[in-house]
């Protein structure tokens, strides 16, 4: 019998002209496969279950030989054609009628495919994702940034238009004009003391941020995408469900996705006296008009590092007091201390491992405190000192907001750092997702727009998408500039990584010469023999700009090795990239073999050292 079943399927490997021992190997393979697929069809029938899937493999099984033989055949039969499009038909209706009933609600009972809550950086990528493919879709923003434009608008682009990063960088873009001024005499000018209009100032400052959310991320732009925004607060009523509290009135809105992308509030640190205390945070710091002769800041991390010298080239004398031994403890030792002693040199002063107990008040004007005082305790001296000021500034970093959401009424798993999310952003809830400052992962604006990109993506294509937690750039913004991307130098010597540290100072470039920005120091680590890089920090001019060529490479796998072979325009800050890259070059280049080198080719000169080859 076995005989006359391969003589039968050689026969019609020959007919179609295939090898028969594939076909036949194939055939006989996949027996079991097509077996165990109609035993699976068989119990789905008994129980009353679907059985479009089994089904679907058990035709994919039965005609895998087929499908070979239409591949590298001829000779197919007809029946062959419709079989093979009844099973691909078949699959994609389970895949799609699979997706629609994956959330456990049907979506006739939605009011909306995607409801997105927050309207920030995260948000706004979210909801336009949704637009942009078709799903109906509904962004809620309660609308706290800023001044209301017009009545009913909400403020759509979140901390990063209105409290952080757009402000921020306007202001340290001022100061540094300022700063320019008084030093014009490195680029051959004369030094001038500039008259510093700080209301005129901030005023600019806020125009800016107005421009970029009229040109940007007004609601206009994403409702000619067709999504609808709302302006009020939403809080979940269940699984798909949420309330949205609006100026005329409370309404209900459902829908079969929802995106958390409620972002942060600024948090503060609990110290005797704050709450009764006059202080800034990074919410109110852009609405003040009149420049505060002595600004105390409290904490070191990128906030108050920029805002100490965007005050204090604007004529403020600032104190910053961090409870750790240093500024931008996240950052590279080397590059923190060097932009420390270059905000020293600037005026700026640092209490740093310094522990505020107490702050207060002596009295108090409009806008800002006429006398604010903080008492610290430096860890070094131990004794306690009395630090005045006529503002203060809290920038002790940023919390998760949760408390309006009402997570609970939605079954969403949340802890005080904020939102519980897979690698998917998946919440504990299958169809809900969160993404941004409100999971706590995050503080970065652009980390953000990827994890909400991953979200919408998970949710509305199902397709899985992951965070690319491996390659995440940051940067502070002072002047110089300090970016990082991949691992810190610390996490390398924790996990006991091999690797080496190719370094590249800012003074051998010449672009930097040309524009008196001399001062600066990339370092890069990468493995030793194919030049994998595994981190990369850059302080100086265009750090942050630098860092995007290293965070590229990381990500796509290109080593200092095609780096370096890789042609940079000159001159430019890039290629101080290829430069540093040049490094690992010369690191190979050691003395015994270019003596090996000079041997085989019977050259006379003297070997050089190679640190010098770069």
């Not at 108090?364 to 006529?390: K, M, N, Q, T, Y």
């Not at 942050?544 to 072979?565: F, N, P, Q, T, W």
Request: charged share 25%; net charge negative.
């Amino acid at each position: 019998m076995w005989d006359s079943i391969r003589d039968g399927l050689v026969t019609l490997a020959e007919q179609y002209g295939v090898n028969p021992v594939v076909f036949v190997a194939i055939y006989l393979s996949t027996i079991p496969l097509y077996m165990a697929s109609i035993g699976w069809v068989v119990r789905r029938l008994l129980r009353g279950r679907s059985y479009l899937l089994p089904a679907t493999l058990a035709a994919g099984f039965y005609l895998s030989s087929y499908i070979y033989v239409f591949v590298e055949g001829r000779n197919l039969p007809l029946w062959v054609y419709g079989a093979m499009a009844v099973m691909i038909g078949g699959g994609a209706y389970f895949t799609i009628q699979n997706i629609r009933k994956r959330t456990g609600m049907n979506p006739k009972d939605c009011t909306h495919d995607l409801i997105v809550i927050g309207g920030g950086a995260a948000g706004l990528t979210a909801a336009r994702f949704g637009a942009r493919i078709g799903a109906e879709t509904l962004l809620v923003e309660q609308g706290h940034f800023g001044p209301v434009a017009e009545e009913g608008t909400p403020q759509l682009g979140g901390d990063a238009t209105w409290e952080g990063c757009v402000p921020s960088k306007t202001l340290l873009r001022s100061a540094r004009a300022a700063h320019q001024q008084r030093h014009a005499s490195r680029y051959g000018l004369e030094d001038r003391d500039p008259e510093v209009d700080f209301a005129a100032v901030m005023e600019h400052v806020r125009s800016v941020r107005q421009q970029v959310f009229d040109e940007r991320s007004h609601p206009d732009h994403l409702e000619a995408l067709g999504a609808e925004v709302r302006a009020g607060r939403a809080r979940f009523l269940g699984p798909h469900t949420v309330e949205i509290e609006q100026s005329d009135g409370v309404h209900t809105a459902s829908a079969r996705y929802l995106v958390i992308a409620g972002g942060g509030d600024p948090k503060s640190p609990p110290i005797e006296g704050l709450d009764q205390t006059p202080h800034l945070t990074s919410a109110s710091l852009f609405e003040i008009s009149r420049r505060p002769e002595r600004l105390l800041i409290l904490g070191g991390g990128p906030i108050g590092t920029e805002m100490a010298q965007a005050f204090q080239r604007l004529g403020s004398q600032v104190t910053v007091v961090e409870e750790r031994e240093r500024i931008l403890p996240k950052d590279d030792p080397e590059m923190t201390g060097r932009l420390r002693e270059r905000l020293e040199a600037e005026g700026v002063r640092f209490r740093l491992g310094a522990s505020v107990e107490r702050v207060g008040k002596h009295g108090a004007e409009e806008g800002l405190a006429s006398a604010v005082f903080a008492d610290i305790h430096s860890s070094g001296d131990g004794e306690p000192e009395r630090i005045e000021a006529d503002a203060l500034l809290v920038a002790t970093g940023r919390g998760a907001a949760l408390e309006a959401l009402h997570l609970e009424a939605a079954g969403i798993e949340h802890t005080e750092c904020g939102v519980t999310v897979s690698s998917r952003c998946r919440t504990s809830q299958r169809h809900v997702y969160a993404a941004g400052d409100v999971t706590g992962r995050y503080q970065f604006t652009h980390m953000s727009e990827h994890m909400a990109r991953v979200a919408a993506v998970n949710a509305l294509l199902k397709v899985p998408l992951t965070l690319d937690t491996d390659h995440v750039p940051w940067g502070t913004f002072t002047d110089p500039e300090l970016a990082h991307v991949g691992a810190t130098r610390q996490q390398l010597d924790d996990e006991g990584t091999d690797y080496e540290v190719h370094r590249f100072d800012y003074a051998s470039l010449d672009r930097a010469a040309a524009e008196g920005e001399s001062e600066g120091l990339i370092k890069v680590y990468a493995t030793e023999w194919r030049g994998k890089i595994l981190g990369a920090t850059v302080l100086g001019a265009r750090a942050g700009e630098l860092i995007c060529e290293y965070a590229v490479a990381m990500k796509h796998g290109v080593s200092l090795h095609r780096l370096a072979d890789t042609v940079h325009p000159y001159p430019t800050y890039g290629l101080a990239v290829r430069r540093a890259a040049d490094r690992w070059y010369a690191s190979k280049h050691t003395a015994r073999v270019i003596d090996w080198i000079k041997s085989i080719c019977d050259y006379r000169g003297e070997v050089t050292d190679p640190e010098h080859l770069a």
